[in-house]
């Protein structure tokens, strides 16, 4: 009863193993004694030389204080670090604040500002806190202040934790008015997740009415993960203009399934609305596997395509390209600091 014995355990030992001098397949005590000899630091910074990544973008609102923050990982990784900002972490920033509940919204509107100023993005986890099957409608300031105040209370007798529907879609929309311009995106965390979710109310398609009313104010909506609701993400992605997606961590928990996964998330997506992402948290392997997965997974599909006379080179080339970097280029504003 072990982890190494997973579609991802099982990715570590023949993948991640040489990248630390053994062999693959190395014995699972073997590797975590070779990991310990290596040390954290080396074992990350070998990980992260291998994945080939340019930047990172880090959702910073879960467990950041037994984490390296953006500078820490800049060092380990080589790489630029953007930060995006999680809504219900800066909700219960707020609501433990002191502030009185009348003014809890100017506090989190002006909170989430001065947060977003280095950022470049934005991310709810209200899948976790209840799931989509909530009105989409923009709550009312009374709504809000009431809310407010008995997330306050409970933020009084111990941490506040965000689980009221009306402060979960105050935090979108309020994201929202700043995301406006086009220029930075709100990641929703979609399906495969923790056990503290109920699956069927992640489904990203429980979000069509809000997407629309997003997509009329010009804000861009990245749906994370989405397995196994990656065709309803990517029919969404097809039908809506603000609507991009990747499958993420579901790409290294798949391990050798990886590229039916990806195969499957570009039926019907525009090459333009797919995103490569990693999702990896804590242990740098993920950083490594959700590269050396999602590349391995693409050019498999894209040979495919090639033998089959469906597209050629220079066209495989160019999808690459778009779902690899240039869609995220486009979305997100990595020009902030050149």
């Known amino acids: 009863m072990t982890n190494f014995d997973t579609p991802l355990g099982l990715a570590v030992r023949r993948w991640c193993a040489p990248i630390l001098d053994l062999e ?9 004694a070779r990991r310990r000899e290596l040390g954290a630091d080396e074992v990350s910074k070998r990980f992260f030389k291998n994945a080939g990544l340019a930047e990172l973008l880090i959702d910073t609102g879960y467990r950041g204080e037994e984490l390296h923050d953006l500078d820490g990982m800049a060092a380990l990784s080589g790489v630029p670090v953007r930060e995006i900002v999680r809504l219900e972490a800066v909700a ?3 609501a433990s604040s002191g502030v009185d509940a009348g003014r809890y919204a100017d506090q989190f509107a002006d909170t989430l500002a001065n947060a977003a100023e280095d950022a470049v993005g934005f ?3 209200a899948a976790y806190r209840g799931g989509f099957a909530f009105d989409p409608g923009r709550p009312s300031p009374q709504e809000v202040a009431a809310a407010a105040a008995r997330l306050m209370e409970e933020a009084a007798t111990g941490a506040a934790r965000v689980r009221d529907a009306v402060l979960i879609r105050h935090g979108i929309w309020t994201a929202a008015d700043l995301a406006s311009d086009g220029r930075m995106p709100i990641q929703f965390h979609t399906g495969w997740g923790d056990p503290d979710l109920v699956l069927h109310l992640a489904n990203p398609s429980l979000l069509t009415e809000l997407i629309r009313k997003l997509n009329g104010m010009g804000v861009n909506v990245t749906l994370l993960h989405c397995y196994p609701f990656h065709r309803d993400a990517a029919y969404l992605s097809a039908m809506y203009a603000n609507v991009y997606f990747d499958v993420g961590s579901a790409l290294h928990y798949h391990g050798s399934s990886s590229g039916r996964l990806l195969a499957e998330a570009m039926e019907v997506a525009p090459f333009t609305k797919l995103l490569f992402s990693t999702d990896a948290f804590g242990l740098p392997e993920q950083y490594y ?11 498999g599909i894209l ?8 597209c050629d080179e220079r066209e495989a080339g160019r999808i690459a390209r778009l779902i690899g970097r240039d869609n995220a280029l486009r979305i ?7």
């Open 123 to 125: 991310k709810t986890i």
């Open 303 to 310: 040979d495919r395509w090639i033998a089959a006379d469906d």
């Open 332 to 338: 997100y504003p990595l020009d902030r600091a050149g």
């Open 92 to 94: 219960e920033r707020v």
């Open 289 to 299: 596997l959700g590269s050396m997965l999602f590349r391995r997974a693409l050019e």
């Open 24 to 32: 693959p397949l190395v014995d699972p005590d073997a590797y975590v």
